[in-house]
């Protein structure tokens, strides 16, 4: 019995040695990337043009929620505490920003809130509208502050930041000439928000909101402000009422058949197939916008 036992703990004993040793080829290893967070898909592919080829970026409101309402997993938190740049908008819109970046505990962490030195335009909320990003303009600016906070978390890096941001600084400009020819064939430049997400781009583009449904995200209007709302559009001659994927369009839907105005989808946020890159997304948008007013 005793020479049983005997055998089985070596055999144990070699079992576990050989899985430890497995289990430690499976590790994934250090690539020597720097690790970024970013807070909205935006910024994160802002962030991957800019360290392409030095950093590591993961996103942590995912495709389809809203980052006015999502709520960080602790699993985001851990991540937080091994980054070395938090990429934020600022502007309120990350309002866990503060608590998680305490809970973080990393003394190394850079934050950039890449609103800062931009015109704010005012929110209906009486906040400033955090919205930025939807202008290209404002993007070209947000992407030299990620490039900036790179250098400095990753000094010997700056070559490499400097060229990759000069590059897509190109692409951005070449967008926002895209944006500019299209919208000045469109018939009709007065839309409906369902939320106020694109002051920035209507002020760049020269577009009107005549109304807005939703002015504080999760708060739905009453039926006698929906009334007032539909004779409100019907007077100013609204092209179309813009309403997102990250939210319920049950509202919009019904002011839309009431108005007889067509309802569009905009997506300000992407990260989802066909819309993963910036350039990708606000093309996407001004195709929808194109299919409604021009």
């Given at each position: 019995m005793r020479k049983f036992v005997a055998i089985f703990?070596?055999?144990?004993?070699?079992?576990?040695?050989?899985?430890s040793g497995c289990s430690k080829k499976a590790e994934p290893q250090d690539s020597g990337e720097m690790l970024v967070m970013a807070s909205i898909p935006p910024l994160g592919d802002f962030a991957r043009e800019v360290g392409r080829g030095r950093v590591r970026v993961k996103v942590?409101?995912?495709?389809?929620a809203s980052p006015h309402t999502y709520e960080l997993k602790p699993s985001q938190?851990?991540?937080l505490r091994h980054a070395r740049v938090l990429v934020l908008v600022g502007l309120g819109l990350e309002f866990w920003?503060?608590?998680?970046?305490?809970?973080?505990?990393?003394?190394n962490l850079i934050v950039v809130k890449t609103s800062e030195g931009l015109q704010i335009l005012q929110g209906d909320n009486g906040r400033g509208n955090p919205h930025v990003w939807l202008d290209p303009i404002n993007?070209?600016?947000?992407?030299?502050?990620?490039?900036?906070?790179?250098?400095?978390?990753?000094p010997e890096g700056k070559e490499v930041y400097?060229?990759?941001?000069?590059?897509?600084?190109?692409?951005?400009k070449d967008l926002d000439q895209e944006i500019r020819v299209t919208v000045s064939h469109f018939s009709s430049r007065k839309y409906v928000a369902f939320h106020p997400a694109w002051a920035y781009f209507a002020k760049r583009y020269g577009l009107q909101?005549?109304?807005?449904?939703?002015?504080?995200?999760?708060?739905?209007?009453?039926?006698?402000e929906i009334l007032k709302m539909v004779k409100e559009i019907k007077a100013a001659g609204a092209g179309a009422i813009f309403a997102e994927p990250q939210t319920s369009s049950k509202v919009a839907q019904v002011i839309s058949v009431e108005t007889g105005i067509k309802l569009v989808v905009l997506d300000p946020l992407g990260g989802v197939p066909g819309r993963e890159t910036y350039i990708d997304l606000m093309r996407y948008n001004l195709s929808q916008m194109e299919k409604a007013l021009k």
């Open positions: 703990l070596i055999l144990a004993m070699v079992t576990t040695g050989f899985l942590l409101v995912p495709p389809g938190l851990k991540d920003a503060d608590k998680a970046i305490s809970a973080a505990n990393n003394p993007a070209i600016h947000m992407v030299e502050l990620i490039r900036d906070a790179f250098i400095k978390a990753d400097q060229e990759n941001t000069e590059r897509y600084i190109e692409q951005l909101r005549v109304a807005v449904i939703e002015p504080i995200p999760g708060k739905e209007p009453s039926p006698s």
